[in-house]
């Protein structure tokens, strides 16, 4: 049983450009949480996905941020005219119909780099 | 909101001795989770102990167990016999279950160096 899988692990885009940001959940798990890791800091809420559904983006930046979580394929961060502030490790945490309170399978995370 | 606070952002210990890292944190529920995660230089995120809030007995996991003071709001974790391979960040987090989202918050991180 493979884990949570992101790509790309390194994703480096110019200012202004589109920055988009895979995750698989592990198999049989339908919940997915992004979170963002700026350097020495811990991470941080961003998004609360089911499948097909938003449940909470409580965390996301108003602008620019998006993100879906479709009946079939990976969830995908999307973020739009990526500025340098956006430099951060993003990290995605599947679990099975909300039971992140017995364990979170986090991925490895992508790290964006904005030039 | 909740917060959460490690108070030491570095610490090191000899292998094979004894090493307690601080976590305190602020929430007006009653009922939640705390945990401690390891964060490897292949910042691959693992758990590495957990606690549920209306447990008073504290979680242990082989090396790993925790010190969980509720009226105090403090959640430290004690790692005995200290291995090169401890080496890494390690994050306290807190989750409200309460909320609905049951999202973690997480302190900033201890970095902790475990030398031979």
């Known amino acids: 049983n493979a884990g949570v899988m992101q790509n790309p692990r390194h994703l480096v885009r110019r200012r202004g450009q589109e920055a988009r940001l895979r995750c698989s959940p592990m198999?049989?798990?339908?919940?997915v949480y992004w979170y963002r890791q700026l350097p020495e800091e811990g991470l941080k809420f961003m998004v609360y996905?089911?499948?097909?559904?938003?449940?909470?983006e409580s965390g996301m930046p108003k602008e620019r941020f998006s993100a879906e979580f479709p009946k079939e394929g990976p969830s995908i961060l999307r973020i739009q005219q990526v500025v340098r502030g956006d430099s951060a490790a993003y990290f995605c945490?599947?679990?099975?119909?909300?039971?992140?309170?017995?364990?979170?399978?986090f991925g490895q995370g992508t790290r964006l780099t904005v030039v | 909101a909740q917060t959460v606070t490690q108070s030491q952002p570095e610490m090191s210990v000899q292998e094979a001795e004894t090493v307690t890292l601080s976590c305190t944190y602020d929430?007006?529920?009653?009922?939640?989770?705390l945990f401690w995660y390891k964060q490897p230089p292949s910042r691959q995120m693992i758990l590495v102990i957990r606690?549920?809030?209306?447990?008073?007995q504290n979680a242990t996991e082989n090396r790993f167990s925790v010190n969980f003071q509720k009226a105090a709001k403090s959640f430290s974790l004690k790692i005995s016999d200290s291995q090169l391979g401890d080496t890494a960040m390690y994050f306290c987090?807190?989750?409200?279950?309460?909320?609905?989202?049951?999202?973690?918050?997480f302190g900033k991180g201890t970095k902790l160096t475990v030398n031979p």
């Open positions: 945490a599947s679990c099975q119909a909300r039971r992140m309170n017995t364990e979170a399978f």
């Open positions: 198999k049989g798990h339908s919940h």
């Open positions: 996905l089911q499948k097909e559904n938003i449940i909470d």
């Open positions: 929430t007006s529920e009653n009922n939640y989770y």
């Open positions: 606690q549920e809030a209306y447990k008073q």
């Open positions: 987090a807190f989750m409200d279950l309460t909320g609905g989202s049951e999202k973690l918050v």
